[in-house]
């Protein structure tokens, strides 16, 4: 028998990947195929708490009979498939990260659906609604999706939030009659699984990547608002390098705090955003960014100097 299997990237998976595989799972049951499932062999991250795994849905245990066919969601990068995938039996893949769609156009038996949107969840959305299987949105199933999108596109604040992102929030509550206020459900249960072990969620999201005048440390964490942030451990992290930015996204507020530490860090940071520091280790943004935008900003005002 062969398995149709669903699965994402590797080492570790976030709630847009975990969504997106059931919800897909769960259309291609009611299309044609009772043997598809969705798996990983990667670890979730904070971005699932225990409110999201106790949903009526979850993934599947991983499976192998060497006929499989596999789904890939949320990657397109073959160097980041999850490592059960097996390169010449991918049928599909849906992804929003850019920068592979060259290379699969090499594949032209390989369905490939690549666009810069928010969130793959959003991709899924569309696909149930543009196949007439609407009934299969149940409670559960959108609040899945809801997350997904709301974790991806930062409560839909982040820039690369579209307009297609915001319409398949709105239906996704509409439909499965989700409270207007699960983001603050969503990302609290989030922020509690960072405050369990605070220090060991900043150590797992540290880049060390040397970008423009930033110090090469960079460190950043997602929270409602800063009620739980624990400025104390935060420096002791920190406490082993001359100098580190920590970019802290306060969704509520819409804000970046960028908390810092080194010589000249400040006048750096100052020049570089051209704005003056609240104080001698916080330069705040009036509109947040993400790590990667800040970084390229970096980049850019390098190469506008040389
Ligand atoms: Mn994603």
């Known amino acids: 028998m062969t398995n149709i299997i669903i699965t994402s990237g590797r080492k570790y998976i976030d709630i ?137 596109t930062l409560n839909l604040k982040a820039s690369i939030t579209t307009d297609r992102d915001r319409s398949a929030y709105n239906e996704l509550l509409r439909l499965g009659k989700v409270p207007e206020d699960f983001y603050k459900e969503y990302f609290s249960a989030c922020e509690a699984e960072i405050t369990k072990d605070f220090e060991k969620a900043i150590k797992d999201d540290l880049k060390i990547e040397k970008a423009g005048i930033l110090p090469e440390v960079i460190g950043q964490m997602i929270v409602l608002n800063l009620d739980n942030f624990d400025h104390k451990k935060m420096e002791e992290v920190f406490t082993e390098y001359p100098e580190w930015i920590m970019n802290v996204i306060l969704l509520e507020e819409g804000k970046s705090y960028i908390y810092f530490g080194g010589d000249d860090v400040k006048q750096r940071l100052e020049q570089l955003f051209d704005k003056k520091c609240e104080n001698n280790n916080l330069l705040v943004l009036d509109k947040f960014l993400l790590r990667k935008q800040i970084m390229k900003k970096a980049r850019d005002a390098v190469s506008i100097q040389c």
């Not at 990068?77 to 039996?89: A, C, H, M, T, Y």
């Not at 699969?104 to 690549?114: C, G, L, M, R, S």
């Open 16 to 152: 847009d990947a975990y969504a997106s595989m059931i919800a897909y799972r769960e259309l291609l049951k009611v299309i044609d195929n009772n043997n598809v499932i969705a798996s990983t062999t990667a670890t979730l991250n904070q971005s699932v708490p225990p409110s999201i795994l106790d949903l009526k849905y979850s993934l599947n245990e991983p499976i192998d009979n060497g006929n499989d066919k596999y789904i890939l969601l949320d990657v397109s990068n073959p160097d980041f498939f999850d490592e059960q995938v097996r390169l010449g039996k991918i049928i599909e893949i849906i992804d929003h990260h850019t920068g592979f769609e060259q290379y699969w156009a090499k594949y032209p038996n390989i369905k490939t659906q690549i666009e810069f949107i928010g969130s793959v969840c959003t991709l899924v959305y569309e696909k149930i609604i543009q196949s007439r299987h609407v009934e299969i949105l149940d409670t559960d199933l959108c609040k899945l999706l809801v997350a997904g999108i709301l974790d991806n």
